[in-house]
Nanobody, 117 residues
Framework: VQLVESGGDLVQAGGSLRLSCAAS????????MNWYRQAPGTLEREWVA????????KYADSVKDRFTISRDNSKQTLYLQMNHLKPEDTAVYYC???????????WGQGTQVTVSP
């Protein structure tokens, strides 16, 4: 399984970006997909959003009502639409694929999002 994120960029506060995570390996349909991010100078990745294999969606409070997670199983691709971006959204964004029911987990290499004031 390989995951490749794209769509990161430098954007002004208030702007929008759409991230993509393209999966290969044939397990996308039977996997739960998450977005995480890691801000500069931090050691841990922060969970952002989840789209389960069963269709359930949840968001971190910090991004709720601004970000939208979606997936296209036919294209094996996960998306994150980010609107009303804030400087505190600056981070490397990662997607994680979790094969259901018992793993393993796979991570992409990340895509940089920078939001200027």
């Amino acid at each position: 399984v390989q995951l490749v994120e794209s769509g990161g960029d430098l954007v002004q506060a208030g702007g929008s970006l759409r991230l993509s995570c393209a999966a290969s390996g044939g397990v996308f349909r039977t996997s739960t997909m998450n977005w995480y991010r890691q801000a500069p100078g931090t050691l841990e990745r922060e969970w952002v959003a989840v789209f389960t294999m069963g269709g359930n969606i949840k968001y971190a409070d910090s991004v709720k009502d601004r970000f939208t997670i979606s997936r296209d199983n036919s294209k094996q691709t996960l998306y994150l639409q980010m609107n009303h971006l804030k400087p505190e959204d600056t981070a490397v964004y990662y997607c994680k694929l979790s094969v259901i029911p018992h793993g393993p987990d796979y991570w992409g290499q990340g895509t940089q999002v920078t939001v200027s004031p």
